[in-house]
């Protein structure tokens, strides 16, 4: 069964870390370039980090410098370590893959400020 579980989410104060987790399985994880999305409240779902097969990674302006994507290919599992983070980082953050899987449950990520 094709599925992601996201994990490590939680509530924070500005400048604080988190570390999220994804799971996959059934898909060949080794191969495939996993992404990090979040959707905040009101706001359409944005892209936020991708790894590559090869862990080439890449982020979006908003967090550079800020977020790293990682992935364990033993554990079929891609994370997301955030730190300092800001208010305008609150959302559901949800991780898939190209072509895409079904949209997991996701993780709030809520930073007070």
């Known amino acids: 069964q094709v599925h992601v579980v996201e994990s490590g989410g939680g509530l924070v104060q500005t400048g604080g870390s988190l570390r999220l987790s994804c799971a996959a399985s059934?898909?060949?994880?080794?191969?495939?370039?996993m992404y990090w999305h979040r959707q905040a409240p009101g706001k359409e779902r944005e892209w936020v980090a991708f790894i590559s097969s090869s862990e080439h990674t890449n982020y979006r302006d908003s967090v550079k410098g800020r977020f790293t994507i990682s992935r364990d290919n033993a554990k079929n599992t891609v994370y997301l370590q955030m730190n300092s983070l800001k208010p305008e980082d609150t959302a559901v953050y949800y991780c898939?893959?190209?072509?895409?899987?079904?949209w997991g449950q996701g993780t709030q990520v809520t930073v007070s400020s």
């Open positions: 059934g898909i060949p994880f080794s191969v495939r370039m």
């Open positions: 898939n893959t190209v072509p895409m899987m079904p």
